[in-house]
RNA sequence: GGGGGCAUAGCUCAGUUGGUUAGAGCGUUUGCUUGACAUGCAAAAGGUCGCAGAUUCGAGUUCUGCUGUUCCCACCA
C-alpha cells in the first residue's frame, strides 16, 4: 500500500468492477425485503452541482446500508427531460446559427432537442457514476422513455374521462418569452420599484371623474368596468352608470363589488379581466366581456389601435404620455411592489385569459393532505408537513398545458369537420364519431412535472400489472430538496394515490441547499458555484462525500467549503494509513477470530466502543441521521481506534510473544473489518480498496453483511474500567506539558491505590503511552518522596517525582484549581441529593450515578486536602 | 398578511422521547520527525447555549412573549 491516501489508484477501477459484476443489479428476490428508492431525475440541461452531489450521496448512503442489511435495494436513475428549461437551451442553441423555431419546424426542433437529450444525459450518468452511486443503471430511465409516455397518456386518459382533466379559458400566468402558459407553481416573485398612476375616468355625461390608480396603465385597453365598494358612501351613487375610458372613448360601467377595498387608493378599481386574476372573478360576478389586449410575445394587438404591435413596456411609456396630454393623468407616485417572473427566463409574467388544460385539485388534495396527516407518508424532518399542508390546502387547478414542443404532447384530437374532442391512449387517425380523417392532435404539450409526478411508478412499468410494480412499489423513501415540495412531491403524493391507491414512498428526507462559503446561493450569475467534479478530482469522491453529510442536519443548509473537504480527505488519509498499519503487521501472522482470542482489557475496551459504534450508527441510519451517523464513526475511528487502540497494541506488536502478536493482530483486523463495514455506505471507495487487503476477506465489502449490534460484546464493565488507566495516561501526559517536561523523558509513577492487579495488568500500556519508566505501588505519599506532582484519579492517585522541575508554589496552585473543580462538582451533587423532588422523582438508576459520583468526589477532595497539607 | 428556519467556542456547525462537568472541524497557544499517517501526535485556552418569563426535582433541549436574521407562501389594484 502506499504511503499515501491517493484515491485516483482505485476509484476508477472500483466502480467499473463493481458495474461489471452486477453489484447494482436489483432484481426481485422474495426471500428479501425490497427497499426501493427512486432518484429525483436531474434535468437534461446542465452538469451536476453540490445540490446533487449531496442529494446522490444520502441516497447511495442509505441504499448501501440497506443492501449490506440485506434488503433487495433498489436504487432507480433516470433522467429529466424538463419540457421548458430544455426548450429554452435548445432555442438559445439555434440563436447562435441564425436558426428559430419557427424556421425548422416541429419536427426539427425535436430532433434537435433529441440530439442534445443523447449528447447530456450520458454526461450526468458519467458524473454520477464518479461519486460513486450504486444504481441500477440497466433500469435507466428517461422521462420520455416509451415506457414513460404510455404512464403519462394512461394517467390523462383517466383523469379525462373522471373529468378531473378539463379545458377551459382562464387566466394563467404567461411567459412572453419562452410563449407558454405556466403553472403557479412556476413563477417567482420579487419586490420591484414600480410607479402608481392616477387616471381620472370621466362619469358619461358628466364633470365628475372617477379617479383610478395602476400599476400597469397598458391594460387599459382591456377595462370592462370600473368597481367600486356598494358600502362606500363616496362613490355608491355612480354604481350603474357609465364612465368613459380615456384614449378609446368607450363606455364601460361602473360596478359595485367587495373586491374594491375603501382604505387602499383611491377606493376605485379599474377592471381588466383578461389581464388580472382577481379582475378575472369581479368579471365573472357582473358577467363583464373578457377583452385581451396583448399579444403572446408580449406586443399589445389590434384593440390598442396605434399602438398595436408595440412592446408592452414601451406602449406603457407612450400611453402614459398621451394620458397625461389629455389631461386624465393625476399624478403618479412611486410603488414597489411584487412582481412574477418565469422561473426559467426571468421574464416578467403577464396573467392572461388564455385556453388551456387544467387538472382540478380539489378532490385529489384531500386524500394526499390525510396521508401525511395519518403518516402513511413521515417527512424527515417533521417540520415540512406544514409547508406541504399550507399549498396543498389552498391549492388552485393545476395548469397542464405549454406551448412548446419539447414534452409528451397532449394526447387529445380534434375532428374539423364534426368538432369532436377525442381523448386517447393511442394515436388517433380518423374520427370515430364521423369518420373523418381530417383531425389534429392538440399542438401542446404536458408540464414537465406531469411526467415526473408518475415517477414512482411509470418507472416500474405502470399501467401494466408488472412483477416490478407489485414487489418495489411503493418506494421506501424519497430524498429532495425542500425547495421542490410543491412542484414534485405534492404531485407525486396525490398522482400515487389516484392512479396506484397506495402512497408512492413513505418517508420523504429532506435536505437543504449547499451554499458557497459564504452562505450564498450557488448560481451561474454569482459564478460562486463549485463543481463537483473538479473537488473529486482534488480529494476524491469519498472525500466530498462524506464533507456533505458529517455533522450536517436533515433539512438544514450547509456551506461548502475547501477546508472542510480537506479535512475529509485527511480522515479518508488516516483510514487509509491505519489499515496499512494493521495490514503490515498482518504479515506472517496467524488471524483468528476474535473469539478464539484471549481478551486483554484494551481489547475489551475497544471491541466495546466497536459495538456501542455499531448500535448507534444503525440507529441513526434508520433514524436518517447520517450527520450524526457520520459523526460517531469519525470519533471511533480517529480517537478510539487510531489514537487509543493502535498505539495500545504496538507494545504487544512488537514484544517477542508470537500469542500476544497473533491476538493483537486478530483484534486489529476484526475491529478495522467492521469498521470498514459500518462506514462503507459513506465512503465506499476506500472502504472497499481497504477491505481487499485484509487478511480472510474474499470479494467487495459492498455486499457483505452490515454489522450487528452484539450485546455479549459490550463489555460495558471492562470499557469504564479500562478508561482509568487511560486517565493515568492522560494525568502523566498533562503533567509534562504543564512543567515544560519533554514528552521523550521517562518518569516514574507512583501510585496510591487498590487496583493494582488491574493497573499492573495494563503496565505496558501505560508505560508506552505516558512515557514512564517505572511503576511503584504505595500506601502513602511519603513514600513517593519530595518534589512531586500528585493527581488524584478516580482509580488511584498518582504521584509524579519532577524533581527540579516542580514549583511548589505552582504545585499548590495547581492543586488548589483542582480542588475548587471538585468542590463545585461535591456542590452540584450535594445540591441534587438533597433536593426531595429529586430523589423522589428521578429515575432511580440516574439517583445512584449522582450518589456514587458524590462519594468519588468527596473522596478525591479529601486525598487533594492531604496532598496540599503535606506541601 | 400567513407560515417556517436560524441565533451554542474567534469562524462553520452538531447536539431528536428533558438527566454525567455542553461537543466536533477549522483557527489560536505550547511542545513533539514516538518504527501507519506532519493529510500526523500530545497538551491547552476559548461558551452565563440571543433576551425575558413559564412548566419541571431537573431546560441548550418543552411552552409563551420579545429582538435580530433569513427563507417560503399569499398579495392591494
Given at each position: 500500500m502506499e504511503k499515501t491516501y491517493n484515491p485516483k489508484n482505485f476509484e476508477d477501477r472500483l466502480y467499473r468492477e463493481w458495474e461489471e459484476n452486477g453489484c447494482f443489479k436489483a432484481v426481485r428476490d422474495d426471500d428479501k425485503v425490497p427497499f426501493t428508492v427512486m432518484?429525483?431525475?436531474?434535468?437534461?440541461t446542465g452538469k451536476l452541482h453540490m445540490g446533487h452531489a449531496m442529494d446522490e450521496t444520502m441516497q447511495d448512503t442509505v441504499v448501501r446500508f440497506k443492501?449490506?442489511?440485506?434488503?433487495?435495494?433498489?436504487?432507480?436513475?433516470?433522467?429529466?427531460?424538463?419540457?421548458?428549461?430544455?426548450?429554452?437551451?435548445?432555442?438559445?442553441?439555434?440563436?447562435?446559427?441564425?436558426?428559430?423555431?419557427?424556421?425548422?419546424?416541429?419536427?426539427?426542433?425535436?430532433?434537435?432537442?433529441?440530439?442534445?437529450?443523447?449528447?447530456?444525459?450520458?454526461?450526468?450518468?458519467?458524473?454520477l457514476k464518479k461519486l460513486g452511486s450504486s444504481c441500477d443503471w440497466s433500469r435507466l430511465t428517461f422521462t420520455m422513455d416509451e415506457k414513460c409516455s404510455k404512464a403519462v397518456r394512461e394517467v390523462f386518459f383517466n383523469l379525462y374521462n373522471k373529468k378531473l382533466i378539463y379545458r377551459g379559458s382562464r387566466i394563467i400566468n404567461w411567459c412572453p418569452c419562452c410563449k407558454t402558459a405556466l403553472s403557479d407553481a412556476e413563477v417567482e416573485y420579487a419586490e420591484e420599484n414600480g410607479n402608481f398612476w392616477h387616471i381620472k375616468y370621466f362619469v358619461d355625461n358628466s364633470d365628475i371623474a372617477l379617479e383610478v390608480a395602476t400599476t400597469r396603465p397598458e391594460t387599459m385597453f382591456g377595462d370592462t368596468a370600473v368597481a367600486v365598494n356598494p358600502k362606500d358612501k363616496r362613490?355608491?351613487?355612480?354604481?350603474?352608470?357609465?364612465?368613459?375610458?380615456?384614449?378609446?372613448?368607450?363606455?364601460?360601467?361602473?360596478?359595485?363589488?367587495?373586491?374594491?377595498?375603501?382604505?387602499?387608493?383611491?377606493?376605485?378599481?379599474?377592471?381588466?379581466?383578461?389581464?388580472?386574476?382577481?379582475?378575472?372573478?369581479?368579471?365573472?360576478?357582473?358577467?363583464?366581456?373578457?377583452?385581451?389586449v396583448m399579444n403572446d410575445d408580449g406586443t399589445m394587438n389590434a384593440l390598442t389601435g396605434k399602438y398595436d404591435g408595440m412592446d408592452r413596456y414601451e406602449c406603457r411609456k407612450k400611453l402614459v404620455e398621451e394620458l397625461k396630454e389629455l389631461g386624465?393623468?393625476?399624478?403618479?407616485?412611486?410603488?414597489?411592489?411584487?412582481?412574477?417572473?418565469?422561473?426559467?427566463?426571468?421574464?416578467?409574467?403577464?396573467?392572461?385569459?388564455?385556453?388551456?388544460?387544467?387538472?382540478?385539485?380539489?378532490?385529489?388534495?384531500?386524500?394526499?393532505?390525510?396521508?401525511?396527516?395519518?403518516k402513511k407518508i413521515t417527512f424527515v424532518p417533521?417540520?415540512?408537513?406544514?409547508?406541504?399542508?399550507?399549498?396543498?390546502?389552498?391549492?388552485?387547478?393545476?395548469?397542464?398545458?405549454?406551448?412548446?414542443?419539447?414534452?409528451?404532447?397532449?394526447?387529445?384530437?380534434?375532428?374539423?369537420?364534426?368538432?369532436?374532442?377525442?381523448?386517447?391512449?393511442?394515436?388517433?387517425?380518423?374520427?370515430?364519431?364521423?369518420?373523418?380523417?381530417?383531425?389534429?392532435?392538440?399542438?401542446?404539450?404536458?408540464?414537465t412535472w406531469f411526467s415526473s409526478a408518475l415517477w414512482p411508478f411509470s418507472t416500474l412499468g405502470y399501467p401494466d400489472d408488472t412483477s416490478d410494480l407489485e414487489y418495489f412499489y411503493p418506494t421506501d423513501v424519497l430524498v429532495t430538496g425542500y425547495d421542490i415540495i410543491f412542484f414534485w412531491v405534492a404531485r407525486m403524493i396525490f398522482s400515487g394515490l389516484e392512479h396506484m391507491r397506495k402512497?408512492?414512498?413513505?418517508?420523504?428526507?429532506?435536505?437543504?441547499l449547499v451554499r458557497d462559503e459564504k452562505g450564498r446561493k450557488m448560481s451561474k450569475s454569482l459564478g460562486n458555484g463549485v463543481d463537483p467534479l473538479e473537488v473529486i478530482d482534488k480529494y476524491g469522491a469519498d472525500s466530498l462525500r462524506f464533507s456533505l453529510l458529517q455533522g450536517v442536519a436533515p433539512g438544514n443548509d450547509t456551506r461548502y467549503s475547501d477546508t472542510k473537504v480537506e479535512s475529509c480527505r485527511n480522515f479518508m488519509n488516516k483510514i487509509w494509513n491505519a489499515s496499512r498499519f494493521v495490514i503490515m503487521n498482518c504479515e506472517g501472522r496467524k488471524v483468528k477470530p476474535v473469539s478464539e482470542v484471549k481478551l486483554l482489557p484494551a481489547d475489551k475496551w475497544i471491541i466495546a466502543k466497536l459495538q456501542a459504534a455499531i448500535r448507534d450508527v444503525t440507529l441513526a441510519m434508520n433514524k436518517f441521521e447520517l450527520g450524526v451517523a457520520c459523526q460517531i464513526m469519525y470519533d471511533f475511528m480517529w480517537s478510539d481506534f487510531c489514537d487509543w487502540y493502535i498505539e495500545l497494541v504496538k507494545p504487544l506488536l512488537y514484544s517477542d510473544d508470537e500469542a500476544k502478536r497473533d491476538g493483537a493482530v486478530s483484534v486489529l483486523v476484526y475491529v478495522l473489518e467492521n469498521a470498514l463495514k459500518l462506514l462503507h455506505p459513506v465512503i465506499p471507495f476506500v472502504t472497499d480498496e481497504i477491505y481487499r487487503s485484509l487478511p480472510n476477506t474474499d470479494g467487495t465489502i459492498m455486499t457483505k453483511e452490515f454489522p450487528r449490534y452484539n450485546a455479549k460484546l459490550a463489555y460495558k464493565k471492562d470499557a469504564l474500567a479500562f478508561e482509568g488507566i487511560m486517565d493515568i495516561v492522560k494525568a502523566v501526559r498533562a503533567v509534562k506539558t504543564e512543567l515544560d517536561c519533554p514528552p521523550a523523558k521517562k518518569v516514574s509513577l507512583y501510585i496510591v491505590t487498590e487496583n493494582k492487579r488491574y493497573i499492573s495488568s495494563n503496565e505496558d500500556s501505560i508505560l508506552k503511552l505516558a512515557g514512564a519508566k517505572d511503576i511503584k505501588f504505595i500506601c502513602s505519599a511519603e513514600e513517593a518522596g519530595a518534589n512531586t506532582v500528585t493527581k488524584v484519579l478516580a482509580i488511584g492517585t498518582l504521584y509524579i517525582p519532577m524533581g527540579e522541575l516542580v514549583d511548589f508554589e505552582k504545585e499548590k496552585a495547581r492543586l488548589k484549581s483542582e480542588l475548587e473543580k471538585v468542590t463545585a462538582e461535591i456542590a452540584r451533587a450535594d445540591g441534587k441529593l438533597n433536593n426531595t423532588g429529586f430523589i423522589s422523582k428521578a429515575p432511580k438508576k440516574l439517583v445512584e450515578e449522582e450518589r456514587a459520583k458524590l462519594n468519588k468526589y468527596i473522596e478525591m477532595r479529601e486525598k487533594i486536602l492531604a496532598q496540599l497539607k503535606t506541601l
Open positions: 432518484m429525483p431525475p436531474p434535468n437534461i443492501r449490506m442489511q440485506g434488503y433487495c435495494a433498489l436504487w432507480l436513475p433516470g433522467t429529466d427531460h424538463a419540457s421548458i428549461a430544455t426548450e429554452v437551451k435548445i432555442v438559445e442553441q439555434m440563436k447562435k446559427d441564425g436558426l428559430t423555431k419557427e424556421a425548422v419546424g416541429r419536427d426539427g426542433f425535436l430532433k434537435r432537442a433529441w440530439e442534445w437529450k443523447d449528447a447530456y444525459s450520458g454526461k450526468i450518468v458519467t458524473q362613490y355608491k351613487h355612480l354604481i350603474g352608470k357609465n364612465v368613459i375610458l380615456p384614449v378609446v372613448n368607450k363606455p364601460i360601467p361602473v360596478v359595485g363589488d367587495g373586491h374594491a377595498d375603501m382604505e387602499f387608493g383611491t377606493g376605485v378599481v379599474k377592471i381588466t379581466p383578461a389581464h388580472d386574476p382577481n379582475d378575472f372573478e369581479v368579471g365573472l360576478r357582473h358577467n363583464l366581456p373578457v377583452v385581451r386624465n393623468l393625476v399624478s403618479v407616485e412611486p410603488h414597489a411592489h411584487n412582481v412574477g417572473h418565469c422561473y426559467r427566463c426571468g421574464s416578467t409574467v403577464e396573467p392572461i385569459v388564455s385556453k388551456q388544460w387544467f387538472v382540478k385539485m380539489e378532490g385529489l388534495a384531500r386524500p394526499a393532505i390525510n396521508a401525511v396527516l395519518d417533521e417540520r415540512f408537513a406544514k409547508t406541504y399542508y399550507n399549498w396543498m390546502e389552498n391549492v388552485k387547478d393545476w395548469c397542464i398545458s405549454r406551448q412548446l414542443w419539447w414534452g409528451h404532447r397532449i394526447p387529445v384530437w380534434y375532428c374539423a369537420d364534426c368538432g369532436a374532442e377525442i381523448c386517447s391512449k393511442n394515436d388517433v387517425s380518423a374520427c370515430p364519431h364521423c369518420g373523418s380523417e381530417n383531425i389534429s392532435q392538440d399542438e401542446d404539450v404536458l408540464d402512497v408512492p414512498f413513505r418517508d420523504v428526507l429532506f435536505h437543504g
